[in-house]
């Protein structure tokens, strides 16, 4: 698997304890970061002692679902899927309507987790 340069602005994470870290300046094989869950800043570390973040550590942050806070991430899964099964509780007068309910509950989910990977990849901001 290739791996990217590591640039200002990345997570990283550190391969001893796992702690994310932003990286805010890069020297020549040194990093000065920032850990925002330690409020630790401008800590300098060399890139042997960090590794890229995969997507679903970026996912599955402590803070929350990559930069949506928990609770919204977990409100939005719960009212797609209460979309999706919603024809199964409840009959839908419309037959084309039994379709395109749960349909776009998955579209709901679909684009959270898009989103998602598209502000891991830094495409979006």
Same mark, same amino acid.
């Not at 796992?18 to 869950?37: Q, R």
């Not at 402590?62 to 999706?84: K, Q």
């Not at 598209?118 to 495409?123: A, D, F, T, V």
């Given at each position: ?23 805010i300046?890069?020297?020549? !094989?040194? @990093? ?5 869950? +330690? ?5 300098? &570390? *060399? ?6 973040e995969?997507?679903?550590q ?10 949506? !806070?928990? @609770? ?5 899964? +719960? ?5 999706? &099964? *919603? ?20 579209f ?18």
């Amino acid at each position: 698997m290739k791996t990217k340069e590591i640039k200002e602005g990345h997570y990283v994470r550190s391969k001893t304890s796992g702690n994310v870290l932003k990286v805010i300046a890069v020297n020549n !094989g040194t @990093l000065k970061v920032d850990m925002p869950l +330690l409020g630790s800043k401008g800590v300098l &570390v *060399s890139s042997n002692d960090v590794r890229q973040e995969t997507f679903l550590q970026y996912c599955f942050r402590p803070g929350g679902f990559g930069r949506t !806070g928990w @609770l919204a991430a977990v409100v939005i899964h +719960l009212f797609a899927l209460f979309i999706m &099964v *919603s024809p199964l509780i409840e009959e839908i007068p419309e037959p084309g309507w039994g379709i395109f309910v749960p349909a776009f509950g998955a579209f709901i989910i679909f684009i959270t987790w898009f989103a998602t990977y598209k502000n891991y990849k830094r495409q979006w901001n």
